[in-house]
């Protein structure tokens, strides 16, 4: 397998929302206690601990402290495979207008497929795959897991396509702080 490679940025503040806002280890006996550098220019408490922070990144995101900030990477996938056809190309800009993240894997398992893989912008949303043939460039199959666990399964390129026409964007932002998929989806769709 491939190394992946990152894209790294400062980890956004939500509380306070200032551009400017890094979070930076706190001077104090709790390890994993870390300090918004604008929230109390804002009126803020500004303490939050690791944990929480993890919880709210993305599916296919990382977290790290690097040069004393913390930062969150998302994964680049590699570039559009060529040979695609203009239908497979329309599923994909489908999947990404359901509010998917997609990352390209190439010549996946011995070369015979193309990997999409989809992943929600927040913690909550819907996550798979999709296969594209190599030498054809069509959808050959697409898998999602559902936050609740549940998953479901399209084979070929028009099951596909109607699966994903009749999927509900996602409403899931980055960094969503809600407890559960449940409490996300009421509360990002008022």
């Not at 400062?10 to 806002?21: F, H, L, N, R």
């Not at 239908?87 to 996946?108: F, N, P």
Request: charge should be positive; charged fraction near 20%.
């Amino acid at each position: 397998m491939k190394n992946p490679r990152y894209t790294w940025s400062p980890y956004p503040c939500t509380t306070c929302k200032d551009p400017q806002a890094r979070f930076v280890p706190e001077d104090s006996d709790c390890p994993n206690s870390l300090l918004c550098t604008r929230c109390l220019h804002h009126g803020h408490l500004p303490y939050v601990t690791l944990e929480a922070l993890k919880s709210r990144v993305a599916h296919g995101q990382i977290v790290a402290l690097r040069g004393g900030v913390l930062q969150v990477a998302t994964v680049q996938g590699d570039p559009v495979p060529e040979g695609l056809t203009a239908y497979t190309r329309r599923i994909a800009d489908l999947a990404e207008s359901k509010g998917l993240h997609i990352i390209w894997r190439s010549g996946s398992s011995g070369g015979c497929w193309h990997r999409l893989v989809l992943r929600p912008h927040g913690p909550h949303g819907v996550r798979g795959d999709m296969d594209i043939g190599v030498r054809s460039g069509k959808v050959l199959r697409a898998q999602l897991l559902y936050p609740d666990g549940s998953s479901v399964r399209w084979e070929g390129a028009g099951a596909v396509r109607e699966g994903l026409a009749n999927m509900p964007a996602a409403v899931c932002p980055p960094y969503c702080a809600a407890e559960s998929p449940d409490v996300c989806t009421r509360v990002n769709q008022c």
